[in-house]
């Protein structure tokens, strides 16, 4: 990815430290607001020197939805459906990449990467427009949609939050410096070292001959390789951002100490999950949940998930997966683990959680000749 490149790396790392000294400077003699609004310079100029076409299309489609953002107020008729036509306007970029994956022939007329997470944050400045009725300012919006950390990837920012972190950035000193300093490093290590290693390891697995313990080795690794993949990431954003004093929210809380399903997608990635549950079926359903509701919400979440990821059929059948397995805790009461449960018990849920999800890791990490390789290993003797 562009931000592995080492050229791109140095020059995210000095933006991140120069806006930092700025930023430190601005609040004791000048003004942290009238200084934010260069923020949005820097943004574009970073996203341009990756890609013209894509500093041309992100400031486009950050104007286009702030201008939908702010209409959503105005409506006051129809107003529900009018809001629902603003947040699928706003996605229109993301369906059309889509349905481009299935229809090669489309024309592609600008660089729409990132798009996937980018369009989560626009429809969630819509929400908060519709709910709390308020003006999104420009800047601070612009700021929010282009703030280069998490352009092209999660963890997904909601505009409440980085608005809030915008207007009171956290306090910037040698001992946040010191441990954000540790987290890029922990982050860049993870991509650049280790995910390179794991990543041949599981090749190897997936090319050999098809026998259950090599499949199920495969769908450990794959597990191991994913997490790197995705935390390795956010600790490099969430790093960048400390070094700015804006908070990016953290996307992993512990996930294999999870003993239930439910409780697993819970702590990872989770700024994707609660804004699929939150945005879409907590919003259609209330907050105060039957057990068929919650597996209901929970096979849909998943569901949706996987249409996120890829129209294929092979991100289909991983949604379909994930989202009867979250129904089934739903409808049998065990999404959550008594914390008087005693270790044993706790220790196989955790182990049949790993598993379960390792079985689903595969459909990420695999090309579909691989995956069905390995698939193919699971029943020959």
């Known amino acids: 990815m562009w931000f592995l490149e080492a050229d791109t790396a140095v020059r995210m790392l000095a933006a991140s430290l120069l806006w930092s000294a700025g930023s430190f400077f601005a609040r004791r003699y000048w003004s942290q607001a009238k200084f934010d609004r260069f923020l949005v310079l820097v943004d574009i100029a970073l996203i341009a020197y990756v890609s013209e076409w894509l500093a041309v299309f992100y400031t486009g489609y950050t104007l286009v939805t702030w201008l939908i953002a702010n209409a959503v107020r105005r409506f006051r008729r129809a107003k529900s459906f009018c809001f629902v036509l603003c947040c699928l306007v706003c996605a229109a970029p993301f369906f059309y990449l889509r349905v481009s994956e299935v229809f090669p022939e489309l024309p592609m007329l600008f660089a729409l990467t990132g798009i996937a997470y980018n369009m989560l944050k626009a429809v969630d400045a819509v929400y908060y427009v519709h709910y709390t009725d308020e003006c999104i300012p420009l800047v601070t919006y612009a700021n929010y949609m282009l703030f280069f950390p998490v352009i092209t990837a999660g963890p997904v920012l909601r505009y409440r939050d980085f608005a809030a972190s915008l207007n009171s950035p956290m306090p910037i000193t040698g001992e946040s410096l010191t441990r954000d300093f540790k987290r890029l490093i922990r982050g860049y290590f993870k991509k650049a070292v280790v995910l390179a290693l794991v990543t041949e390891l599981l090749n190897k697995l997936a090319a050999a001959s098809p026998r259950p313990w090599w499949s199920l080795a495969a769908c450990f690794v794959s597990y191991f390789l994913f997490w790197l993949d995705m935390s390795g990431y956010a600790d490099i954003a969430i790093a960048m ?137 699971f029943v020959t003797l």
Not at 267 to 289: A, C, M, Q, Y
Not at 317 to 344: D, M, Q, W, Y
Not at 358 to 365: E, G, K, Q, R
Request: hydrophobic fraction near 45%.
């Open 241 to 377: 951002g400390g070094f700015m004093g804006l908070k990016v929210p953290e996307n992993f809380k512990k996930p294999l100490k999870a003993a239930s399903f439910t409780q697993f997608w819970r702590n990872w990635h989770v700024s994707l999950t609660d804004w699929i549950r939150e945005h879409i079926f907590v919003v259609l359903n209330g907050k105060r949940l039957t057990k068929y509701q919650g597996a209901l919400i929970g096979f849909g979440t998943m569901l949706v998930m996987g249409f996120w990821h890829g129209f294929t059929p092979q991100f289909i059948v991983e949604g379909l997966f994930n989202g009867s397995i979250l129904a089934v805790e739903n409808l049998c009461g065990i999404t959550t683990v008594s914390r008087k449960a005693k270790k044993p018990y706790l220790y196989f849920r955790r182990a049949v959680t790993a598993l379960i999800f390792s079985l689903t890791a595969i459909f990420y990490t695999l090309t579909p000749e691989q995956l069905a390789n390995v698939l193919r290993g």
